[in-house]
């Protein structure tokens, strides 16, 4: 395990680390002390997408930021990039560093990710928590032809995005960033930050490959699902997109799950609304402690 030492122009209580397992280097953040809380961003984000979250969190708990295997600073899998192998990857880094049982948090992507890795690995997951996307399987097909997500096709055409995108990766990824119904929540610098990322081989490739993986990924949620999960679970849903679609969702595979639309927020919560987020996760964590 190594330190970077770097900061990215952030909060500088934030330690940047790399971890390597089973051959991937993985890059994550951590700040603060107690019971471990794990982030997993969304597409196309990176760690950087939790900079308003991390500092409030870290007041409570041992806050974990890690860019997904192959996005941001973290290497590329060589098994692929699928929900289910970032899953199992995931659970293997948090037993490298010692950790016990961990909260999940997931955005957009980490969503399903996050699922997959407390329906996989249940002992190890404290409570988990799906922001402003439903499930492969359950409500996310009809969400992409409700809200008409031309994305989830593009991408899924071998090599053609790639092909396209190709020197052009700022006015790509700027139409997602528009999206943020929040004005200045992401703003040109931190766009800059974001492409830093995106920008470098094989980034938006990999990124593409997880939406190239819906099938597999959809079967492996569908087998998961045969089991409720059994750990508490929160569902926050973004009220100007999706509505109520994460709560739908998991309350299919989670009976149990509570829930929330912060109505005045896009998609990207934990940059567009990170304060009604927080005083609903804050409560949701600190009440998961105790169970």
């Not at 998961?224 to 999706?242: E, F, Q, Y």
Request: hydrophobic share 40%.
């Amino acid at each position: 395990m190594n330190d970077t030492n770097g900061t990215n122009g952030t909060d500088e209580a934030h330690e940047h680390r790399e971890t390597t397992v089973e051959g991937v280097r993985l890059h994550w953040v951590r700040a603060g002390s107690g019971t471990p809380v794990v982030l997993l961003h969304g597409w196309p984000q990176t760690w950087y997408a939790w900079r308003k979250v991390i500092p409030r969190l870290a007041r409570d708990h041992e806050v974990f930021a890690v860019d997904l295997p192959g996005l941001g600073d973290s290497g590329s899998s060589p098994r692929g990039h699928g929900v289910r192998i970032a899953a199992d990857l995931l659970d293997a880094w948090r037993a490298e560093l010692g950790l016990d049982r961990v909260h999940v948090v997931g955005h957009d992507l980490g969503g399903p990710i996050g699922y997959a890795w407390a329906a996989a690995h249940p002992a190890h997951v404290r409570s988990f928590t799906l922001l402003a996307v439903p499930l492969h399987g359950f409500g996310l097909t009809e969400l992409i032809a409700r809200a008409g997500l031309w994305h989830f096709g593009f991408f899924a055409v071998p090599g053609l995005a790639e092909e396209l995108a190709e020197g052009r990766e700022r006015i790509l990824l700027e139409h997602f960033y528009g999206h943020a119904m929040e004005t200045g929540a992401i703003r040109p610098a931190d766009v800059d930050t974001y492409l830093r990322s995106y920008t470098r081989p094989g980034r938006l490739a990999n990124g593409f490959a997880y939406y190239r993986n819906v099938r597999a990924d959809t079967a492996a949620i569908a087998e998961l699902a045969r089991a409720p999960l059994p750990m508490p679970t929160l569902a926050i849903g973004s009220g100007r997109a999706g509505g109520p679609a994460p709560l739908h969702s998991l309350g299919q595979v989670a009976p149990a799950t509570r829930g929330a639309v912060i109505d005045d927020s896009g998609h990207y919560l934990p940059e567009e609304r990170p304060g009604p987020l927080l005083s609903v996760l804050g409560p949701f964590l600190t009440e998961a402690d105790r169970s």
